[in-house]
Structures are given as C-alpha cells and as structure tokens.
C-alpha cells in the first residue's frame, strides 16, 4: 500500500541555521507532495507544496525539492527562528482514488535561540 | 482562505457510549472529506474517506462498524465512535479538499481544529 517516509523524527538546531527533512514514498502514482506545519495543540498547517512536474519551489525562507525517479522529497528551513519549532510531516497524494493524502510520521523541530 | 470548522473539540465519555463529531467546510463545498487519528507525538493516521451521497471508503484496519461516517451534504461530515472503549481515547481530526489553492491550482488539505476524545 501507499507509505511516507520521514526523517528524522526530531531535529535539533541553532537558530540560524538551517534544517532539512526528508521524505520517501512508495506509491508511484503520487503527484503532489505537501507539507505542513503543526504546533503544540493546533491543527496542521499548509507551508509550501510542489507538484511532480516540478523539482524545486521556495517561498522566502522554505523550500521543498523533489526527485520524482528516486521518489525523494526534502523540505529546507534557512535561517531557522525559535517560532519555526513544530512538528513538520510531509505527505504525498495521488490525483485519483479520492485524493486521499498520505502523510510522513513527522519531524519534530527545536530551534534553539 | 478555506475554512472547516470541527466539533467539539473536546470531549469525555463513559466506555460503553457513542460520541458524535462533526465537520463543516464553512466557505466551500466538499464532495470528499477525510477522517484522520492522531496519537500523542506520532502521525496523522487516515481513517476514511468521507464521500458525499455514498458510502465513506475505510482504510485497511479500520473497524467501520465502529466508527461510523456520515456525509449527507456538501459540507458537513459526521463521524461517530460507537460504543466506545479506553483505547478509542485519541485526537480526531477531520480534513477537507479545498479547491484551487495549492500549487497550479491543486486542491488543498484543510484541516479541521480536532476533537480530542477522553473514553473513561
């Protein structure tokens, strides 16, 4: 069946820096890969998203790759900030079948200021 | 942007009860909602999907006696955990296909507030 990848599970790092998550998924047929964001009581968020007919898109300090053959995607935080600590999951979604959105086992983020 | 309302977003119940949870897409129309279960500090496990007019589809593992789905309008689902037990206790969150927003016009995964179920 469809599966997500994720890591690592917790990413610890200093403010400034950057971080990157990286994902997997298995169902080839999987075309569109969005992440979200989800602090500490709150609902997921939308932050970027990439289609499979596009490797690379970035949005001021986040960006998110894709390598559709080796079935990779990685999500890059630059210049992290305190309020960037959250619980991240990647996910991925084919375009039938109901759409339904498979998602990564998550990462949490520290960003230690 | 998209919005979908979800309640209660708590709620405490005796073993044996069934408790009721319902999701609105309030500013949009949604033929397919989602049914997720999250366990303190893990996943976002899908549960179902929720199909307007017809029959909800269940993941592998997932008892659909148990947890019952509703989606009688374009705009509100209904899950229901009947005769519930201690280890139903989790975070429901509910999630709607919002259309157009995402990149080149995908449709978007909105995302309810959640419910969080105590079973005693």
């Known amino acids: 069946g469809e599966n997500v990848e994720q890591h690592p599970s917790t990413l610890s790092v200093q403010e400034g820096d950057s971080a990157v998550i990286k994902c997997t998924y298995s169902?080839?047929?999987?075309?569109?890969f969005p992440w979200y964001k989800q602090e500490l009581g709150k609902r997921p968020q939308l932050i970027i998203d990439i289609r499979s007919n596009v490797g690379e898109k970035k949005d001021q300090r986040i960006a998110v790759t894709l390598n559709k053959t080796a079935k990779h995607f990685s999500l890059h935080i630059t210049e992290t900030q305190p309020e960037d600590s959250a619980v991240y999951f990647c996910?991925?979604?084919?375009?039938?079948?109901?759409?339904?959105?498979?998602f990564g086992a998550g990462t949490r983020l520290f960003v230690k200021a | 942007g998209a919005v979908v309302s979800q309640h209660p977003s708590w709620v405490i119940c005796k073993s044996g009860t069934s408790v009721k949870i319902e999701c609105r897409s309030l500013d949009f129309q949604a033929t397919t909602m989602f049914w997720y279960r999250q366990f303190p500090k893990q996943s976002l496990m899908l549960m179902a999907t929720?199909?307007?007019?017809?029959?909800?589809?269940?993941e592998q593992g997932v008892e659909k006696d148990k947890f019952l789905i509703n989606h009688a309008s374009l705009t509100l689902s209904t899950l229901t955990v009947t005769s519930a037990h201690p280890e139903d206790s989790s975070f429901y969150i509910c999630?709607?296909?919002?259309?157009?927003?995402?990149?080149?016009?995908?449709?978007?995964?909105?995302f309810g507030a959640g419910s969080r179920l105590t079973v005693l």
């Open positions: 999630s709607a296909s919002s259309p157009g927003q995402g990149s080149a016009g995908a449709n978007v995964l909105t």
């Open positions: 929720s199909n307007e007019g017809s029959k909800a589809t269940y």
């Open positions: 169902d080839s047929a999987s075309n569109y």
């Open positions: 996910a991925a979604r084919r375009n039938t079948g109901g759409f339904k959105t498979i």
